[in-house]
């Protein structure tokens, strides 16, 4: 098999409803528009794609895995590789479907954009100094309407179905939304539910009934918790939300679904938790031993003034004596190798100033001040600001 390979545009569709757009994956990073998989599927994009696998090149859309698999870590498309095997690559045969909604959400999170959170675009919208700091490409999605739309006929029609291994949900928050209730209702009323395993993404707000009734039609539930740090950290990146009252949550939804299989923290690394990595990564941790939770983390590279490569050098140094005193090696080998990429002076100059042109904006609507997670932010402040 080539060194590079992946089985995604044969055998995997993330749709995201709200913008009636498609890419193989949720790491790939361009979107085809268009109006049914078929036409996706037969779209110059994904043709291309195909060829670069076949011929064993990374797509240019595909830096995410390619740069894992460089940091020694299995990708997404070694994933899949390994749950879904060698596909016909005659023909389109869904195995993996990851369907997002629209973006019904209940939180403000720091690194989320209006494409999942209608409350960050509520905020946004009602307060023009937050507006004036979004990248100019998140500007532009304010002219999409993000809402829930009916399901598209084709992810209704039973026959696609057949050959489905897993069902991945991702909001906005799918606990809470209609649309998502929608689909997994549906799909629990067809033969093959009871060969699909479902893997949602959720903040561990809420625990529903509903939610556990339509879940329990599934093979087998895998859980994803989005956790980016513990205690003051996470509270302030995640507004709205108690890292108490998830925790006892997240024990909730492991104890309370009937066909739990394995759970998940996924963990946005950025300039947001970063300087405070010392005083909740090991906490997580524990929670991740205590309840056999893997640690998946996410390197945030957009916006960019969030990515933790741009940090001045006096500021890196002193972020990595705090992740010397994590207990996970590979943590500790993630977290300096994003931090630690290469970056240009005059990017760094420009992003700096960005991330606290946003902070400052977040923190005077919402009454917040992030000088209170850590002293670090306005040492770093004085070198560009």
Not at 44 to 54: C, F, M
Not at 61 to 74: A, F, I, S, V, W
Not at 119 to 137: F, G, T
Request: proline content about 4%; hydrophobic content about 35%.
């Amino acid at each position: 098999m080539n060194d590079v390979y992946c089985p995604a545009p044969w055998n995997a569709l993330y749709y995201k409803d709200s913008l009636k757009a498609y890419k193989p994956c949720c790491e790939f990073e361009k979107w085809t528009f268009a109006d049914s998989i078929e036409e996706y599927y037969n779209s110059n994009l994904i043709e291309e794609l195909k060829t670069n696998i076949l011929n064993g090149k990374w797509h240019k859309h595909c830096k995410k895995c390619k740069n894992t698999e460089e940091l020694g870590y299995p990708s997404y498309a070694t994933m899949l590789t390994e749950k879904l095997g060698t596909p016909d690559t005659s023909k389109f045969s869904l195995k993996w479907l990851d369907y997002r909604p629209g973006n019904l959400c209940n939180l403000k999170c720091r690194m989320c954009s209006v494409v999942n959170s209608n409350m960050i675009e509520k905020e946004a919208l009602e307060n023009p100094i937050i507006m004036e700091v979004l990248p100019e490409m998140d500007k532009k999605l304010f002219d999409i309407d993000h809402k829930n739309s009916e399901l598209l006929p084709e992810l209704i029609a039973p026959e696609l179905f057949d050959n489905l291994l897993l069902l991945k949900v991702l909001g906005g928050e799918p606990t809470l939304d209609p649309q998502v209730f929608k689909l997994l209702e549906y799909v629990g009323t067809l033969p093959p539910v009871g060969n699909i395993v479902l893997n949602y993404t959720t903040n561990a707000t809420s625990v529903n009934n509903r939610w556990l009734n339509a879940t329990s039609k599934f093979k087998k539930v895998n859980i994803n918790f989005s956790i980016d740090g513990a205690n003051e950290t996470y509270d302030y990146i995640r507004t709205g939300a108690s890292y108490d009252s998830v925790t006892k949550n997240i024990i909730k939804l492991i104890e309370q679904t009937e066909n739990y299989g394995t759970g998940r923290i996924n963990l946005c690394w950025s300039n947001f938790n970063a300087l405070t990595v010392d005083e909740w990564a090991n906490k997580l941790i524990d929670l991740a031993n205590e309840y056999n939770l893997a640690i998946t983390v996410i390197d945030l590279v957009y916006p960019p003034h969030m990515h933790t490569k741009f940090l001045p050098n006096t500021i890196k140094e002193k972020v990595n004596d705090k992740i010397s005193k994590v207990k996970d090696e590979k943590l500790v080998k993630l977290f300096r190798g994003y931090m630690n990429k290469e970056s240009s002076s005059s990017d760094q100059i420009k992003y700096n100033k960005e991330f606290f042109k946003y902070a400052d904006a977040l923190d005077k609507v919402r009454n917040t001040d992030i000088n209170k997670i850590s002293t670090l932010y306005e040492e770093w402040r004085t070198q560009f600001v």
